[in-house]
């Protein structure tokens, strides 16, 4: 059997393989028809990729609170009718997987980063109150290039967002998610308390690394507590800022090491967007090798991303142990059935959603197909 297609148990999660769906912002909720609330759009989107026979599949970043969101048009899981309608999308995953599909949600707030424009909106930037935004907080009162001065938050301000990702964990259960993933990558806010950046504070919550990641440790606790110790927690990360001064390899190892102890059990490895004038080395798989090296020195499963678009890819990462699993996106987005072709690239068979089966032949004879 490939190495990819290998089944894989995370505590009582029980996934038909190792091919997992990326968390890919879609910006497509209706503040109109109710802020955050995913629609038909997130159901087609994430239910196609349990047709086309992808194991894992974890949403778009779904804000904690209103004022975590990316932009207007961002989902989120901070009210009782976003988790219904997440309700929904879980149990359309369930139904109609062709591998007996599992969902999960990521957890994020934007920080920095978030009331900003959605990219087709044809504007770009921070959103004006007029336009539907709000002001932004941060560990630092320190903009992200091209977007308005953040706020620094203040120690409740921190506390109280620490509560909203254990409550949001909390409706992800009862909306039937099957794992949450805390996002601290990208810019965001965990990440801009993670990184030396973006994080000035000279308080508890900033200054050496130890103090910088304690916010990052302090939701992991949280979300630990608020979901079943059955349900496995993943953490996304940032392994490196590629900027002077930031993030590199040996600090995001110890914070592997230190999530891992709190109960995190799959480390997702991406890079890259604290800053904006990162300089990132990019290539097929340029991603692989931090996820390779957390693995091996964090002594934890690591997920990997970035620019892997073949099966041959996909395998070579987890067959050489460079990963546990592999998370595509865009590849997903031009072939929803990209696992169904990888399998059969690599030589194994998957199994087909009985509407796209095709039908036997007594079937076609007879006229009743």
């Not at 997987?97 to 920080?111: E, M, N, P, S």
């Not at 992200?144 to 938050?153: H, L, Q, R, V």
């Not at 409550?167 to 990208?186: K, L, N, W």
Request: hydrophobic content about 45%.
């Amino acid at each position: 059997m490939p190495a990819l297609f290998e089944p894989l148990a995370l505590r009582s999660l029980e996934l038909r393989h190792r091919g997992w769906v990326s968390p890919m912002c879609q910006y497509s909720c209706d503040p109109d028809a109710g802020p955050g609330v995913p629609n038909d759009w997130h159901l087609m989107h994430l239910g196609s990729f349990a047709a086309g026979g992808a194991a894992l599949i974890l949403t778009e970043a779904a804000a904690v609170n209103p004022e975590g969101r990316i932009s207007p048009r961002d989902a989120g899981i901070y009210n009782g009718e976003q988790a219904a309608a997440w309700h929904r999308i879980t149990s359309f995953v369930h139904r109609h997987g062709a591998v007996d599909a599992k969902i999960g949600v990521q957890l994020a707030h934007a920080g920095r980063k978030a009331s900003t424009y959605w990219p087709f909106s044809g504007q770009r930037g921070s959103v004006e109150a007029s336009d539907g935004g709000w002001t932004t907080v941060a560990p630092s009162a320190l903009a992200f290039e091209g977007y308005s001065t953040p706020s620094a938050m203040t120690g409740e301000q921190i506390r109280a967002v620490v509560a909203d990702f254990a409550a949001a964990a909390s409706r992800a259960v009862d909306a039937g998610f099957d794992t949450v993933e805390i996002h601290g990558a990208h810019g965001y806010l965990l990440h801009q308390f993670q990184s030396p950046l973006t994080n000035l504070r000279t308080d508890e919550w900033g200054g050496d690394e130890d103090r910088r990641n304690r916010l990052t440790l302090a939701v992991v606790d949280a979300v630990r507590a608020a979901i079943p110790d059955s349900m496995p927690l993943l953490l996304r990360i940032s392994a490196s800022d590629w900027a002077p001064g930031g993030i590199g390899l040996p600090e995001s190892i110890r914070l592997a090491r230190q999530a891992a102890e709190r109960g995190v059990d799959l480390i997702d490895v991406s890079s890259g967007g604290a800053v904006a004038h990162q300089k990132i080395t990019v290539g097929p798989g340029y991603q692989t090798g931090f996820a390779a090296a957390i693995r091996k020195e964090a002594g934890v499963p690591t997920g990997t991303v970035g620019l892997l678009t073949s099966a041959g890819q996909a395998e070579h990462a987890v067959a050489t142990g460079q990963a546990d699993a592999v998370l595509i996106a865009r590849a997903a987005l031009r072939d929803p059935h990209w696992w169904l072709r990888a399998a059969f690239e690599l030589g194994h068979d998957l199994p087909w959603v009985p509407q796209y089966e095709r039908p036997a032949p007594a079937l076609v004879l007879t006229g009743r197909a």
